[in-house]
């Protein structure tokens, strides 16, 4: 999509920046399914939250990690190291918190010991029935 807030940033003073598409990548026009589980974590959730309140494509899976923050900082340390800490958090483009909730699917499909003996991926097998396939 473009033209659209997938997200927002929030500093300690409560200012919001609004994270926008990146309006020079070409569309493709397909039809979108994104897998997600419990490691999907940062960026991952973040753009599963972006497809899901952009209503741009179906999430199948599990509930994400809600593991996001903001951008961070970085602080050089007398060792030579460098730290990062975050100066803002993030929520989605329709103001949800993400970070320590995740996002959840459109389809909850989460995979089995049972399923994945046969040689199923319950998640997988919903995304390609979705699709088509």
Known sequence: ??????????????????????????????????????????????????????????????????????????YLLNDGSLLALPTAHEVGANGEIIDGIGVAPDYNAPVTPQALSTGHDPAVDKALSLLGH
């Open 1 to 74: 999509m473009h033209g659209k807030v997938w997200g927002f940033d929030i500093d300690r003073n409560g200012v919001r920046t609004a994270n926008h598409t990146d309006d020079t990548v070409a569309l493709l026009h397909q039809p979108l399914v994104v897998l997600t589980d419990r490691d999907c974590v940062s960026a991952c959730d973040a753009f599963s939250d972006a497809v899901k309140d952009l209503h741009i494509g179906t999430l199948v899976g599990t509930r994400t990690a809600g593991d996001v923050a903001g951008p961070a900082s970085p």
